[in-house]
């Protein structure tokens, strides 16, 4: 006859098992491995040419930044230069 504190410990260790396999079948397999992949649109390889801007004339550009990897890729900070 088991004595209760080897029950205990059979159960303990079940549910530790259960918890370990129910977190894994939860973790996307890939989750870990797919670093941040950042790109601007439209491509600017760390300046963008304005052309020939007249005084008083206004001229814009619309930038885009997507993230196609697996992660977050943590804070950006973006300045703007006169």
């Given at each position: ?54 005084i ?23 300045s703007?230069?006169?």
């Amino acid at each position: 006859m088991k004595t209760p504190a080897r029950i205990l410990t059979t159960l303990l260790f079940a549910a530790i098992a259960s918890f370990v396999l129910g977190l894994a079948l939860l973790t996307p397999i890939n989750a870990r491995s797919r670093p941040p992949m950042i790109a601007w649109s439209p491509s600017a390889n760390g300046t963008f040419d304005y052309g020939m801007v007249n005084i008083e004339q206004t001229v814009s550009q619309q930038f885009t930044l997507t993230n196609s990897g697996g992660s977050a890729s943590g804070m950006l900070s973006i300045s703007h230069l006169q």
